[in-house]
């Protein structure tokens, strides 16, 4: 078990999330059941498995749990594009929040490898 505040992984993703619902909270109002769900339903995903992960007993499950973590990452990052392209949010935003989320894929990505070993 590892304890989840110290994961560097899981600060961002939280960070992330925490920018996610302020973005998300522009977006038009008839959004609210769709997109915006969508988004902030994914963004507390992230943290919330890369938790579920280390609170787990083995190695295994850890993995396990990032790859469900990673699913989600790639999920908002498509959800992202969207509201871009639909002018929710700016160039600005977007580029920053896809930046984030490219991190904390690749981050990802090493901590699998990590508990490989």
Same mark, same amino acid.
């Given at each position: 078990?590892? #304890? %989840? ?9 939280? &960070? =992330?999330? %925490?920018? %996610? ?8 109002? &008839? ?34 749990? =990032?790859? $469900?973590? #990673?699913?989600s990452?790639?999920? =908002?990052?498509?959800q992202?594009?969207?509201? #871009?392209?639909?002018?929710?949010? &700016? ?12 991190e $904390?894929?690749k981050?990802?990505?090493k =901590? ?6």
């Amino acid at each position: 078990m590892h #304890n %989840v505040k110290e994961l560097k992984i899981w600060n961002k993703a939280m &960070d =992330l999330a %925490v920018q %996610v619902y302020q973005l998300s909270s522009k977006f038009p109002p &008839d959004e609210r059941f769709n997109l915006i769900s969508q988004v902030r339903r994914c963004a507390v995903s992230i943290p919330s498995n890369i938790s579920e992960g280390a609170g787990r007993n083995t190695k295994g499950e850890f993995k396990q749990f =990032l790859g $469900i973590a #990673n699913g989600s990452s790639y999920e =908002l990052q498509t959800q992202i594009i969207i509201a #871009n392209k639909l002018n929710f949010i &700016d160039e600005k935003s977007t580029n920053e929040i896809l930046e984030v989320i490219d991190e $904390i894929q690749k981050m990802n990505y090493k =901590l699998q490898l990590s508990l490989s070993k």
